[in-house]
């Protein structure tokens, strides 16, 4: 993992979203750790909120927030597992132009890393949806903590070579033909 210093940060504009029935912005650990972990990066914390786990309230926001020019990159917590209420994933996947399976395999190798097989039982993802990057993490503060410190922070760092997210962003759309999000 590469820093080119010669290169300048750049400021990303990041929502988290957390999908709980039971959490309150008060007692959200995961999306204050990643909120805390964001700003601390140097990135803007552009919004942050938690809807209940309906696939049409995630669904919605995600949507809703894609849309929005003052977000470059939605992160959910939450939802990821297979009880009956985990629905992020099928909320989130069908809407996505592009999967980024790529998310979901290194996600799983961190996590493999830190709790052995236990890690099959998360449906962590990612992918585009509206020129905005989207990735789905499981709703334990520790997985959140993995993926940011060992994944996001660093394709969300224009600085990282050999490549980044960062550098790509304006030309996310360009399949649309479009100058910005509709």
């Known amino acids: 993992m590469a820093d ?14 957390t999908v709980s029935d039971t ?20 990135h803007i914390l552009a919004a942050r909120d938690i809807v209940t786990d309906d696939v049409t309230k995630i669904r919605e926001r995600v949507i809703s ?17 297979f009880t009956g209420r985990d629905v992020t994933p099928e909320a989130l996947e069908p809407i996505f132009e592009k999967r980024m399976d790529g998310f979901s395999t290194i996600f799983h190798r961190v996590s493999y890393d830190k709790i052995g097989t236990s890690t099959i039982q998360s449906r962590a993802t990612g992918g585009v949806l509206n020129a905005t990057f989207v990735f789905v993490l499981p709703g334990s503060p520790g997985a959140c903590k993995d993926a940011w410190d060992n994944i996001l922070q660093y394709q969300l ?3 990282h070579m050999p490549c980044n997210f960062v550098e790509i962003m304006p030309r996310l759309d360009e399949h649309l033909k479009r100058g910005g999000k509709s």
């Open 157 to 159: 760092d224009y600085r």
């Open 23 to 42: 959490r309150s912005l008060d007692d959200d650990k995961s999306g204050k750790m990643l909120a805390e972990r964001i700003t601390a990066a140097g």
């Open 65 to 81: 927030w894609s849309k929005d020019d003052e977000i470059d990159v939605i992160i959910t917590t939450g939802g990821t597992g």
């Open 4 to 17: 080119n210093s010669s290169r300048t940060f750049v400021s990303v504009k990041i929502a988290v979203l």
